[in-house]
């Protein structure tokens, strides 16, 4: 029997309850909450997060805090969070100590830091310290925050400027900027501005770690200021800046364009001589510039070069920004001194999709400029070779070469896209470049005219309207016509055929009219809508002698057909978008004469295009402060009998200058010419700090003049931005410098300097060959080779001067059998302006210094490459002389018996240059040029200038790989200057296709004074290139970063290398 | 107590499986408010919202402290903007609500006015200057400020370098130059008042002045410099019209010359034609015509009318010579051509008075300026606010 209850069945027997029911069944409160708790928390927390960065975006008031929003950043936070297993896998390979001459590596403590970050809106303008590693050693740089809008300072990354001590440069920056915003495609955008000349701050993509963590990835940029100009090469002058358009520097309540109101520029390089144009000039180009009639364009255009402007717009297009250098910012003009032309430095530029403008007209600058057809045309021809060069290639292989370089760091930002800015991507800028190209193209093609011809009784009226892009060139007519008719050019504008319109030259065969000078239709764009359009410029011509006609029409870029519409007859014609290109009148140019005695009272100006002959005998009597100033080509060619003469019309009171200015005046001769008592002169705002001035000319040639007692102006000759030849002449009692070159090359040859109140020759930033002068009883220094200058100085003696001769401001010059005697101090080098960042660096062969009161004095940071130099001791000693053949082949010059001093009879040959040649150079592309550390190599990296090994422990050994085929030459020299610090031995061991063979050396103890080893090489090919440096035994120096003795460690300093070909006659080894 | 305790844990006990069941559904709503776009948009929108309402404490607080200061009750107002001064969180002028900053400390330094603490008055507003050293205002406040409180027989010098301050950034803010004027005139100095009256007529203020033919309107500008000028104004198409306007946005003008440029005719041989116009016959509106022919602005709307004769036919530019006046008032030319008068220097005066035309007070001049919707549009100031 069984009960009820057995009837139920038991636990056992039942189905057993699935996973989720039981699940369900044991599932406690705690449990729920210990699951769910994370999850809840971490979407809380990205609430929190995203209300808290709304929250302080909105502390900001610009266009990027406009766009944000909580949603934005609760996105940008999921996606962060969704990819950090990629970006711990790829940090765990990030290195401070990546040996990569890009990486910027920032060490701020961490308060200091805190302190910068804490708040966006505090600390604006406020210096920190910190260091930055740099080449083994860390130099002292302040920080602060960069950029004024929130894009720089809201998100995890900042932007930052920098600045270092003004003795200790990183690579040749004392201010550099690193920017978070838009890294490639604006390294690209920026960094293709010099493809079109334009002078453009240096830009590079550089990963920054901060305190040994990878912080981010940045565009470097150089900083705008006379430092900029000058590496630029430059002449110091004002730079105009205009970007007020953000929080820091807004003007409230004032009118914001800065093409309206001058106020709101400030310079940023100050151009501090008396004679300088004052910031009011500014305000005369704005007035210009607001002007509406063609007296004001052409003033306007007179203070800008077109072709630059030309350029600057076709680079614009090509990136397709021409909006970012608008009306209230990124404006930077340059007032070049040399000819007070203005030069737009381009800033901030983006790579943009020109096929879809802003919705704004360029700036009012732009505008004008585009109202020039000559402009236009340039513009279009600009961007067509740019095309054709390959610009987009170019920006290809640039961004993309960055991109496979910085790939994990890139990666790294992008992982983190929202919470940095966007750093984009190689593929994405190359390709909106491409299509920049793709449209530019279409736009070059865009050449319609409308075209229309009616009788008007025994004539023809033939009227065109340039519609497109691109202009055209009218060749000619084909005419149905028995005579040949005659085309004419409505030169007036005024509608009607008169006396003054006239007939264009022109050949008639078989039904057609061909022009002997094409007549270019030149096209108007519109700049009054976004960005620019085409526009419209109409031309008349009248065809006397028939009825009808068919125009013969062609693109001025790409010489295809152009396309032609119909007119219609009796349609209004609309004023031209631009000026009409017809209204420029061309001068006939004039020779003036001079002859005879002349005396001038007024200054004489020789426009361009004109030319000044002054004929033999000439004595031209100049009244005080009178001048002659050329912009045309001038041929003052005395005889030596019959000599010019160029003297003040009243005794003591000097005249002003004679001066040649602008390529106008390129290939002037001035021969047997004395000048005598000028004194500088301010003419047409362009100071001449020099009796006689040659300002951006090339092919002068000043040859047996005379120059005798300037007074008053600081330079007796002062080359500038020129090419200029000045051989067998006299400068007697200059009155501050007899000849000073400033960014200028040529010649000065065979010259006497007699009595220079200053320095007889003065360079800055110039390299002309300085060859065979006599100088003596110079004030201050005989040659004074400064600012970056590198000329070749051989045969030169001075004498009885204040210096014999003085290297400065990272000027590297090749002296070679020179004499300098009996002066105050023979040598000098160092760092007298802290904007080169490094002091001379001069190379001294086989010269002589003697009786000197002080044979030479370097300051700390000089530097000097020596080789057969004599009497630079303090204890004298013999020296022997280098043959150094290869030296005196490399400048084309042979020397029978070389000596110390004085070369004696020397012959000019054909210039043997080196087949390959390498001189250290801090820079972002590498850390050694192609040296590869092998053992007990401890340091190998470039730092000021020369490439620094560092070898510890035991023998150090670095090697290149090269490609050097000396068997045509019948073999050749390696030679390298160096200098070593507790090196006993190097080695240079040279690999060839017969075996190596090796050169042993004992560098001289020092770092500052270098010396030349020369490495025979035999006929044969090379492959490799060794150093092997030997340290001295024993303890050698003190480690700065630790304080402790370094066991067997040596430095090699290499500062450049060359191989050299053996010349004919050299014997062959 | 452990009654109690035992009590509510025996009550969870009782109740976890519900619980459980609220709690998970509460994490499954929210986890579908976030997983859902619709529902988020909508909750990361009114989380923006709460922060902006939250953000925007601060007018509201401002709004009361004006408030007070309004019902005169400057001493709680002095209070009140002292508190919010400490606590605002515009410490630069790179601050979003840095204007709102600037009305903080006006508003404190008109209490404290109000309360008769002239040292305190003054120092606030040096602050305001230094907040915003570019902002010209700020100066101007500190000028008038100084010039009310600190002067004595004449105006203090505070006030002078205030002006100065102002003047540098707004070479033509009128009520500046006037101070200067003044505190020259005061001193009977009269070089430094000819040279102030001379830097206001030379400093670069471009104005845009419209003008209309037919369906186009062009903008022109136009240097106020009291100087006459050529200009070419091109029509983006030939047009005809009855009349030529020309609106001067509330500033004075002179018209020498008007000349409407005839467009030619494709394929129509005739010379091109220019109509003059007579700038006597124009019809004008909110200005008053001057014994010697120019055109004095009575009100913001000042603009002149010239008939255009049908024969004109299409136009496609308009040729014109014209001068732009600077607002003046006629004290402070006085003022200034008594100085002119005491240095003995005619050419000077007859130079400034033909680059001068005068309106009948000091309010009118001022507004004249202040009224230009640029000038004021972000200063966050009323034109009454302007003037003080």
Same mark, same amino acid.
């Given at each position: 029997?069984?009960?009820?209850?057995?009837?139920?069945?038991?636990?056992? +027997?039942?189905?057993?309850?699935?996973?989720?029911?039981?699940?369900?069944?044991?599932?406690?409160?705690?449990?729920?909450?210990?699951?769910?708790?994370?999850?809840?928390?971490?979407?809380?927390?990205?609430?929190?997060?995203?209300?808290?960065?709304?929250?302080?975006?909105?502390?900001?008031?610009?266009?990027?805090?406009?766009?944000?929003?909580?949603?934005?950043?609760?996105?940008?936070?999921?996606?962060?969070?969704?990819?950090?297993?990629?970006?711990?896998?790829?940090?765990?390979?990030?290195?401070?100590?990546?040996?990569?001459?890009?990486?910027?590596?920032?060490?701020?403590?961490?308060?200091?830091?805190?302190?910068?970050?804490?708040?966006?809106?505090?600390?604006?303008?406020?210096?920190? =310290?910190?260091?930055?590693?740099?080449?083994?050693?860390?130099?002292?740089?302040?920080?602060?925050?960069?950029?004024?809008?929130?894009?720089?300072?809201?998100? %995890?990354?900042?932007?930052?400027?920098?600045?270092?001590?003004?003795?200790?440069?990183?690579?040749?920056?004392?201010?550099?900027?690193?920017?978070?915003?838009?890294?490639?495609?604006?390294?690209?955008?920026?960094?293709?501005?010099?493809?079109?000349?334009?002078?453009?701050?240096?830009?590079?993509?550089?990963?920054?770690?901060?305190?040994?963590?990878?912080?981010?990835?940045?565009?470097?940029?150089?900083?705008?200021?006379?430092?900029?100009?000058?590496?630029?090469?430059?002449?110091?002058?004002?730079?105009?800046?205009?970007?007020?358009?953000?929080?820091?520097?807004?003007?409230?309540?004032?009118?914001?364009?800065?093409?309206?109101?001058?106020?709101?520029?400030?310079?940023?390089?100050?151009?501090?001589?008396?004679?300088?144009?004052?910031?009011?000039?500014?305000?005369?180009?704005?007035?210009?510039?607001?002007?509406?009639?063609?007296?004001?364009?052409?003033?306007?255009?007179?203070?800008?070069?077109?072709?630059?402007?030309?350029?600057?717009?076709?680079?614009?297009?090509?990136?397709?920004?021409?909006?970012?250098?608008?009306?209230?910012?990124?404006?930077?003009?340059?007032?070049?001194?040399?000819?007070?032309?203005?030069?737009?430095?381009?800033?901030?530029?983006?790579?943009? %999709?020109?096929?879809?403008?802003?919705?704004?007209?360029?700036?009012?600058?732009?505008?004008?400029?585009?109202?020039?057809?000559?402009?236009?045309?340039?513009?279009?021809?600009?961007?067509?070779?740019?095309?054709?060069?390959?610009?987009?290639?170019?920006?290809?292989?640039?961004?993309?070469?960055?991109?496979?370089?910085?790939?994990?760091?890139?990666?790294?930002?992008?992982?983190?896209?929202?919470?940095?800015?966007?750093?984009?991507?190689?593929?994405?800028?190359?390709?909106?470049?491409?299509?920049?190209?793709?449209?530019?193209?279409?736009?070059?093609?865009?050449?319609?005219?409308?075209?229309?011809?009616?009788?008007?009784?025994?004539?023809?009226?033939?009227?065109?309207?340039?519609?497109?892009?691109?202009? $055209?060139?009218?060749?000619?007519?084909?005419?149905?016509?028995?005579?040949?008719?005659?085309?004419?050019?409505?030169?007036?504008?005024?509608?009607?055929?008169?006396?003054?319109?006239?007939?264009?030259?022109?050949?008639?065969?078989?039904?057609?009219?061909?022009?002997?000078?094409?007549?270019?239709?030149?096209?108007?764009?519109?700049?009054?809508?976004?960005?620019?359009?085409?526009?419209?410029?109409?031309?008349?011509?009248?065809?006397?002698?028939?009825?009808?006609?068919?125009?013969?029409?062609?693109?001025?870029?790409?010489?295809?057909?152009?396309?032609?519409?119909?007119?219609?007859?009796?349609?209004?014609?609309?004023?031209?978008?631009?000026?009409?290109?017809?209204?420029?009148?061309?001068?006939?140019?004039?020779?003036?004469?001079?002859?005879?005695?002349?005396?001038?009272?007024?200054?004489?100006?020789?426009?361009?295009? %004109?030319?000044?002959?002054?004929?033999?005998?000439?004595?031209?009597?100049?009244?005080?402060?009178?001048?002659?100033?050329?912009?045309?080509?001038?041929?003052?060619?005395?005889?030596?009998?019959?000599?010019?003469?160029?003297?003040?019309?009243?005794?003591?009171?000097?005249?002003?200058?004679?001066?040649?200015?602008?390529?106008?005046?390129?290939?002037?001769?001035?021969?047997?010419? =004395?000048?005598?008592?000028?004194?500088?002169?301010?003419?047409?705002?362009?100071?001449?700090?020099?009796?006689?001035?040659?300002?951006?000319?090339?092919?002068?040639?000043?040859?047996?003049?005379?120059?005798?007692?300037?007074?008053?102006?600081?330079?007796?000759?002062?080359?500038?931005?020129?090419?200029?030849? $000045?051989?067998?002449?006299?400068?007697?009692?200059?009155?501050?410098?007899?000849?000073?070159?400033?960014?200028?090359?040529?010649?000065?040859?065979?010259?006497?300097?007699?009595?220079?109140?200053?320095?007889?020759?003065?360079?800055?930033?110039?390299?002309?060959?300085?060859?065979?002068?006599?100088?003596?009883?110079?004030?201050?220094?005989?040659?004074?080779?400064?600012?970056?200058?590198?000329?070749?100085?051989?045969?030169?003696?001075?004498?009885?001067?204040?210096?014999?001769?003085?290297?400065?401001?990272?000027?590297?010059?090749?002296?070679?059998?020179?004499?300098?005697?009996?002066?105050?101090?023979?040598?000098?080098?160092?760092?007298?302006?802290?904007?080169?960042?490094?002091?001379?660096?001069?190379?001294?062969?086989?010269?002589?210094?003697?009786?000197?009161?002080?044979?030479?004095?370097?300051?700390?940071?000089?530097?000097?490459?020596?080789?057969?130099?004599?009497?630079?001791?303090?204890?004298?000693?013999?020296?022997?002389?280098?043959?150094?053949?290869?030296?005196?082949?490399?400048?084309?010059?042979?020397?029978?018996?070389?000596?110390?001093?004085?070369?004696?009879?020397?012959?000019?040959?054909?210039?043997?240059?080196?087949?390959?040649?390498?001189?250290?150079?801090?820079?972002?592309?590498?850390?050694?040029?192609?040296?590869?550390?092998?053992?007990?190599?401890?340091?190998?990296?470039?730092?000021?200038?020369?490439?620094?090994?560092?070898?510890?422990?035991?023998?150090?050994?670095?090697?290149?790989?090269?490609?050097?085929?000396?068997?045509?030459?019948?073999?050749?020299?390696?030679?390298?200057?160096?200098?070593?610090?507790?090196?006993?031995?190097?080695?240079?061991?040279?690999?060839?296709?017969?075996?190596? +063979?090796?050169?042993?050396?004992?560098?001289?103890?020092?770092?500052?004074?270098?010396?030349?080893?020369?490495?025979?090489?035999?006929?044969?090919?090379?492959?490799?290139?060794?150093? +092997?440096?030997?340290?001295?035994?024993?303890?050698?120096?003190?480690?700065?970063?630790?304080?402790?003795?370094?066991?067997?460690?040596?430095?090699?300093?290499?500062?450049?290398?060359?191989?050299?070909?053996?010349?004919?006659?050299?014997?062959?080894? | 107590?452990?009654?109690?305790?035992?009590?509510?844990?025996?009550?969870?006990?009782?109740?976890?499986?519900?619980?459980?069941?609220?709690?998970?559904?509460?994490?499954?709503?929210?986890?579908?408010?976030?997983?859902?776009?619709?529902?988020?948009?909508?909750?990361?929108?009114?989380?923006?919202?709460?922060?902006?309402?939250?953000?925007?404490?601060?007018? !509201?607080?401002?709004?009361?402290?004006?408030?007070?200061?309004?019902?005169?009750?400057?001493?709680?107002?002095?209070?009140?903007?002292?508190?919010?001064?400490?606590?605002?969180?515009?410490?630069?002028?790179?601050?979003?609500?840095?204007?709102?900053?600037?009305?903080?400390?006006?508003?404190?330094?008109?209490?404290?006015?109000?309360?008769?603490?002239? *040292?305190?008055?003054?120092?606030?507003?040096? !602050?305001?200057?230094?907040?915003?050293?570019?902002?010209?205002?700020?100066?101007?406040?500190?000028?008038?400020?100084?010039?009310?409180?600190?002067?004595?027989?004449?105006?203090?010098?505070?006030?002078?370098?205030?002006?100065?301050?102002?003047?540098?950034?707004?070479?033509?803010?009128?009520?500046?130059?006037?101070?200067? &004027?003044?505190?020259?005139?005061? !001193?009977?100095?009269?070089?430094?008042?000819?040279?102030?009256?001379?830097?206001?007529?030379?400093?670069?203020?471009?104005?845009?002045?419209?003008?209309?033919?037919?369906?186009?309107?062009?903008?022109?500008?136009?240097?106020?410099?009291?100087?006459?000028?050529?200009?070419?104004?091109?029509?983006?198409?030939?047009?005809?019209?009855?009349?030529?306007?020309?609106?001067?946005?509330?500033?004075? &003008?002179?018209?020498?010359?008007?000349?409407?440029?005839?467009?030619?005719?494709?394929?129509?041989?005739?010379?091109?034609?220019?109509?003059?116009?007579?700038?006597?016959?124009?019809?004008?509106?909110?200005?008053? !015509?001057?014994?010697?022919?120019?055109?004095?602005?009575?009100?913001?709307?000042?603009?002149?009318?010239?008939?255009?004769?049908?024969?004109?036919?299409?136009?496609?530019?308009?040729?014109? *010579?014209?001068?732009?006046?600077?607002?003046?008032?006629?004290?402070?030319?006085?003022?200034?051509?008594?100085?002119?008068?005491?240095?003995?220097?005619?050419?000077?005066?007859?130079?400034?008075?033909?680059?001068?035309?005068?309106?009948?007070?000091?309010?009118?001049?001022?507004?004249?300026?202040?009224?230009? &919707?640029?000038?004021?549009?972000?200063?966050?100031?009323?034109?009454?606010?302007?003037?003080?």
């Amino acid at each position: 029997m069984s009960s009820p209850a057995s009837v139920v069945a038991r636990p056992a +027997e039942r189905a057993a309850p699935r996973w989720w029911v039981r699940l369900w069944r044991g599932l406690r409160f705690r449990d729920a909450l210990l699951v769910t708790v994370l999850p809840v928390t971490v979407v809380l927390l990205f609430f929190a997060d995203a209300a808290l960065r709304y929250a302080r975006m909105i502390q900001f008031e610009d266009w990027w805090s406009a766009r944000a929003g909580v949603t934005s950043f609760f996105a940008q936070r999921v996606h962060a969070a969704a990819t950090i297993p990629t970006r711990v896998a790829l940090r765990r390979g990030f290195s401070a100590d990546l040996p990569d001459a890009g990486v910027i590596r920032l060490e701020v403590p961490r308060r200091s830091w805190d302190s910068l970050q804490s708040d966006p809106l505090a600390m604006w303008g406020s210096w920190i =310290e910190g260091t930055l590693r740099y080449g083994g050693t860390s130099l002292p740089v302040r920080l602060r925050k960069r950029g004024d809008n929130s894009i720089h300072w809201t998100t %995890d990354k900042r932007s930052l400027t920098v600045r270092t001590e003004r003795d200790d440069f990183y690579k040749d920056f004392r201010n550099f900027a690193l920017s978070v915003r838009d890294p490639l495609s604006a390294f690209l955008a920026n960094r293709l501005g010099n493809e079109f000349g334009l002078l453009m701050p240096r830009t590079e993509v550089v990963p920054v770690f901060l305190n040994n963590q990878f912080y981010g990835i940045y565009r470097f940029v150089e900083t705008v200021d006379e430092s900029f100009l000058r590496a630029a090469g430059r002449m110091p002058g004002n730079v105009f800046r205009g970007d007020r358009a953000e929080r820091g520097e807004y003007r409230k309540g004032t009118i914001r364009s800065l093409f309206d109101n001058p106020y709101l520029w400030e310079r940023v390089s100050v151009n501090d001589r008396w004679t300088a144009a004052a910031p009011n000039q500014l305000a005369r180009m704005i007035e210009d510039l607001r002007g509406t009639t063609f007296a004001d364009h052409q003033r306007l255009m007179a203070r800008f070069d077109a072709d630059e402007m030309a350029r600057l717009l076709a680079y614009l297009l090509v990136v397709g920004d021409p909006f970012h250098m608008d009306r209230v910012h990124n404006q930077f003009l340059y007032e070049d001194p040399s000819t007070q032309l203005l030069h737009p430095i381009p800033w901030d530029i983006r790579l943009l %999709d020109l096929g879809k403008p802003e919705t704004r007209p360029v700036n009012d600058l732009f505008q004008a400029m585009l109202s020039d057809p000559f402009v236009v045309d340039q513009v279009t021809r600009e961007v067509s070779a740019a095309l054709e060069r390959g610009v987009e290639s170019r920006g290809d292989s640039l961004v993309h070469a960055v991109e496979h370089r910085y790939a994990d760091f890139l990666a790294y930002d992008r992982s983190r896209s929202g919470l940095v800015p966007d750093v984009g991507s190689a593929d994405e800028s190359a390709a909106q470049l491409r299509a920049n190209g793709r449209l530019l193209r279409r736009w070059l093609a865009n050449d319609t005219v409308a075209f229309h011809v009616a009788a008007d009784g025994p004539l023809a009226v033939l009227d065109f309207e340039t519609r497109g892009f691109t202009g $055209v060139d009218l060749d000619g007519l084909e005419v149905e016509a028995g005579a040949r008719p005659r085309l004419r050019q409505d030169r007036n504008l005024n509608g009607v055929l008169d006396e003054s319109d006239p007939e264009l030259s022109a050949t008639w065969s078989g039904g057609r009219l061909a022009l002997a000078q094409p007549m270019p239709l030149y096209p108007g764009w519109n700049t009054e809508g976004h960005g620019v359009a085409p526009g419209r410029m109409s031309y008349r011509f009248f065809l006397v002698g028939a009825t009808s006609a068919r125009p013969l029409l062609r693109n001025r870029v790409s010489g295809q057909a152009a396309t032609v519409v119909e007119w219609q007859d009796g349609a209004p014609i609309a004023e031209p978008t631009g000026w009409h290109p017809w209204l420029y009148r061309a001068r006939t140019p004039v020779v003036h004469r001079l002859r005879g005695e002349t005396h001038l009272t007024t200054t004489l100006l020789i426009p361009a295009g %004109d030319s000044l002959v002054i004929e033999p005998g000439t004595t031209i009597r100049l009244d005080p402060d009178v001048s002659i100033v050329s912009s045309g080509p001038v041929r003052a060619v005395g005889e030596a009998n019959r000599p010019i003469r160029v003297i003040p019309a009243e005794t003591g009171r000097p005249w002003g200058t004679f001066s040649l200015q602008g390529h106008g005046a390129d290939g002037s001769q001035i021969r047997h010419v =004395e000048f005598r008592g000028g004194g500088g002169a301010l003419v047409g705002r362009i100071e001449f700090i020099g009796m006689v001035n040659v300002h951006r000319v090339k092919g002068v040639v000043v040859d047996s003049a005379t120059f005798i007692a300037n007074v008053r102006s600081d330079d007796t000759f002062h080359a500038l931005h020129a090419v200029v030849d $000045v051989t067998n002449s006299r400068f007697v009692d200059a009155n501050g410098d007899a000849v000073d070159f400033d960014t200028s090359v040529g010649t000065i040859m065979g010259n006497r300097f007699e009595g220079s109140g200053g320095d007889a020759i003065d360079l800055m930033a110039s390299s002309p060959r300085i060859i065979g002068n006599r100088i003596s009883n110079a004030a201050d220094k005989g040659i004074s080779i400064g600012e970056a200058s590198h000329p070749f100085v051989f045969d030169n003696l001075v004498e009885r001067s204040g210096i014999g001769v003085e290297i400065k401001d990272g000027s590297s010059p090749v002296l070679l059998s020179n004499e300098f005697r009996s002066s105050g101090l023979g040598l000098r080098s160092r760092l007298k302006n802290w904007r080169y960042g490094s002091s001379g660096f001069g190379t001294l062969v086989n010269t002589l210094f003697d009786a000197n009161v002080e044979p030479i004095e370097l300051d700390s940071l000089a530097r000097v490459v020596e080789a057969g130099v004599q009497g630079l001791d303090s204890i004298p000693r013999a020296v022997a002389p280098v043959a150094a053949r290869w030296l005196y082949a490399a400048y084309g010059i042979a020397v029978d018996s070389p000596g110390i001093g004085l070369p004696g009879a020397w012959r000019s040959i054909p210039a043997r240059p080196a087949i390959e040649s390498h001189r250290f150079h801090d820079d972002f592309e590498s850390m050694s040029d192609g040296w590869r550390p092998g053992p007990r190599v401890a340091r190998l990296d470039k730092r000021g200038n020369v490439l620094v090994v560092d070898a510890e422990g035991g023998t150090g050994v670095v090697t290149r790989d090269v490609d050097w085929d000396l068997g045509p030459s019948g073999g050749g020299v390696l030679v390298l200057a160096l200098s070593g610090r507790d090196v006993d031995t190097l080695r240079v061991v040279t690999e060839g296709a017969s075996g190596t +063979e090796t050169h042993a050396v004992a560098p001289r103890g020092g770092l500052s004074r270098f010396s030349l080893v020369e490495v025979p090489l035999r006929a044969e090919r090379y492959r490799r290139v060794r150093l +092997e440096i030997v340290p001295t035994e024993g303890l050698s120096h003190i480690q700065r970063s630790t304080g402790l003795s370094v066991l067997r460690a040596g430095r090699l300093a290499l500062r450049w290398y060359a191989v050299y070909p053996n010349g004919p006659g050299e014997p062959e080894r | 107590m452990s009654d109690s305790s035992g009590g509510a844990r025996g009550w969870v006990r009782r109740h976890e499986r519900r619980l459980t069941v609220a709690y998970l559904g509460l994490v499954g709503a929210l986890a579908l408010l976030v997983a859902l776009p619709p529902t988020r948009a909508r909750l990361l929108a009114r989380i923006q919202a709460t922060v902006d309402w939250w953000d925007d404490r601060w007018a !509201r607080r401002l709004a009361r402290g004006e408030a007070l200061l309004a019902a005169g009750r400057a001493e709680e107002a002095v209070a009140y903007f002292e508190r919010l001064d400490k606590i605002h969180p515009a410490t630069n002028q790179r601050h979003a609500r840095d204007l709102e900053r600037e009305r903080v400390l006006r508003g404190l330094a008109r209490s404290l006015e109000e309360t008769g603490r002239r *040292r305190r008055v003054v120092e606030t507003y040096q !602050r305001l200057v230094d907040f915003d050293s570019l902002n010209y205002h700020n100066h101007y406040a500190l000028g008038s400020a100084a010039g009310r409180l600190l002067s004595g027989w004449a105006l203090a010098p505070e006030a002078r370098d205030a002006y100065r301050s102002v003047l540098d950034i707004l070479p033509f803010h009128l009520p500046a130059t006037r101070g200067t &004027i003044d505190y020259y005139m005061d !001193r009977g100095e009269y070089i430094p008042v000819t040279q102030a009256y001379r830097a206001y007529l030379d400093a670069y203020f471009v104005h845009r002045v419209e003008l209309r033919l037919g369906s186009e309107s062009r903008w022109l500008a136009l240097s106020a410099d009291g100087r006459p000028h050529e200009h070419l104004v091109t029509l983006s198409a030939p047009t005809t019209a009855e009349q030529l306007e020309i609106r001067t946005l509330g500033l004075s &003008i002179r018209v020498d010359s008007v000349e409407l440029v005839g467009a030619p005719r494709v394929g129509v041989v005739a010379a091109s034609s220019a109509t003059r116009l007579d700038p006597r016959t124009a019809v004008l509106s909110g200005m008053e !015509r001057t014994a010697e022919g120019a055109l004095r602005a009575v009100a913001e709307s000042a603009s002149l009318a010239l008939p255009v004769p049908s024969a004109a036919g299409a136009v496609r530019a308009v040729r014109l *010579r014209v001068t732009l006046f600077k607002p003046m008032d006629a004290a402070l030319w006085a003022s200034v051509a008594k100085s002119y008068d005491n240095l003995l220097d005619a050419p000077g005066r007859a130079d400034a008075e033909r680059r001068t035309l005068t309106l009948a007070s000091a309010a009118a001049a001022d507004s004249a300026l202040f009224r230009l &919707i640029w000038l004021h549009g972000n200063l966050g100031l009323t034109l009454d606010e302007l003037s003080r």
